[in-house]
């Protein structure tokens, strides 16, 4: 991986497209699971892909091209959320417009269960989200739903490890005290 | 397997929690007993547990991309067309400016020309008023009470009135001789 990465920053373009084709499904669920949207997530994927693009020649260490990628990820998020609030000031008749309706009057039975469980989780995703702060929800996302290691977490938020651990330790204590979501995953797990 | 003695107290929740978290930041101790403890293993891994499950179903629940990225198709967002958007906006906007501004200080001149006509005007009416107030001060009602609204009478009428001395008209000869003859 490194030597594609190497590869892409000397120029070449088909070593950057796998690089792609690697990443592409964890940038996109990345923003995805921050602004439930397929379409501008789709957007967001490829535009953080275009600036990574343009910008690869000036990576020093390639080794940390995993976590150099997903910090341009969580800013452009923040950019598009930080957008969305101020547009959300002026026009608030269009909100909830971009939520997927849950069509499940003419699917089959386990296609609509499936859809309603899909809904539930989120919702109960949605409401832990709003009980943590800023920081706590952007490292709990990061650990337990990127899956990225403490690591790669203080190098995307430019925070120490220490700062990452006291945030997550607080969002964990939040976690625990969430019964609905905890439920939901225990009998999904059974 | 539980070889931790029943005396030992177990992992609170907030040690359970750093030990998902990190297990190296608990102490040795807490290390040494979470190693031993079944309780607190199992209590640890429902958690971590819950958490994978988490992950898994976020990644299961989130629709898949239908786009490919292509970084090749952006040319329209290349820093060199932004550039150039940037600099064809900035000359639009120039010209709209300067034909402005022309306008602007056209349509003020004008302005100043036409008030300075006008002033002019009213100046000259002024000025003719105040000829007539010089020649007759006084109203033309006050004129026809003192009789002296014929001023302007001819010099034939005042001869009339006065006849000349040896041909010479009356008022002449005032003038020329510059004593009153009557």
Redesign the interface.
């Given at each position: 991986m490194t030597d594609l990465v190497i590869q892409a920053r000397d120029g070449n373009?088909p070593a950057?497209?796998q690089l792609?084709e690697c990443y592409?499904?964890d940038i996109?669920?990345l923003i995805?699971?921050r602004i439930r949207t397929?379409m501008d997530?789709?957007d967001l994927?490829?535009d953080v892909?275009?600036r990574a693009?343009?910008s690869i020649a000036r990576i020093r260490e390639p080794l940390k091209f995993r976590s150099w990628l997903f910090r341009i990820a969580v800013n452009r998020v923040n950019d598009y959320l930080r957008k969305k609030r101020v547009r959300s000031i002026f026009k608030s008749s269009d909100e909830g417009a971009d939520v997927q309706p849950v069509a499940t009057d003419f699917q089959d039975p386990p296609e609509a269960l499936e859809q309603v469980?899909?809904e539930d989780?989120?919702r109960l995703?949605e409401r832990i989200s709003k009980k943590l702060s800023k920081m706590e929800r952007e490292v709990f996302m990061l650990r337990?739903?990127?899956?990225l290691n403490?690591n790669e977490i203080a190098q995307i938020l430019k925070k120490s490890e220490s700062t990452v651990?006291t945030h997550?330790?607080r969002a964990?204590?939040k976690?625990?005290k969430e019964r609905g979501?905890?439920q939901f995953?225990?009998e999904?797990?059974t | 397997m539980n070889i931790h003695s029943p005396d030992e107290p177990h992992l609170g929740e907030d040690h359970i929690l750093q030990a998902v978290i990190d297990d190296s930041d608990l102490s040795t101790l807490q290390q040494q007993h979470l190693a031993e403890c079944s309780r607190c293993q199992s209590h640890r891994e429902r958690l971590e547990n819950e958490l994978t499950h988490l992950g898994q179903l976020a990644e299961r629940y989130a629709p898949g991309p239908l786009r490919r990225i292509n970084v090749a198709d952006d040319k329209a967002r290349s820093p060199l067309s932004i550039r150039r958007f940037a600099v064809s906006a900035a000359a639009v906007a120039a010209v709209i400016i300067v034909v402005w501004a022309t306008f602007l200080v056209r349509s003020q001149q004008q302005g100043g020309i036409g008030n300075l006509a006008q002033d002019m005007v009213e100046a000259e009416r002024l000025m003719t008023e105040v000829n007539v107030l010089v020649e007759n001060a006084l109203p033309q009602v006050y004129l026809d009470i003192v009789g002296e609204t014929n001023l302007n009478t001819d010099e034939d009428f005042i001869d009339f009135l006065i006849p000349t001395y040896e041909g010479v008209p009356r008022i002449s000869a005032l003038a020329k001789k510059g004593s009153i003859l009557c």
């Open positions: 373009r950057f497209e792609i592409q499904g996109y669920r995805y699971y397929r997530a789709e994927t490829q892909f275009v693009f343009r469980l899909k989780f989120w995703v337990f739903l990127d899956n403490i651990k997550l330790y964990l204590a976690f625990k979501l905890r995953l225990q999904d797990l | -």
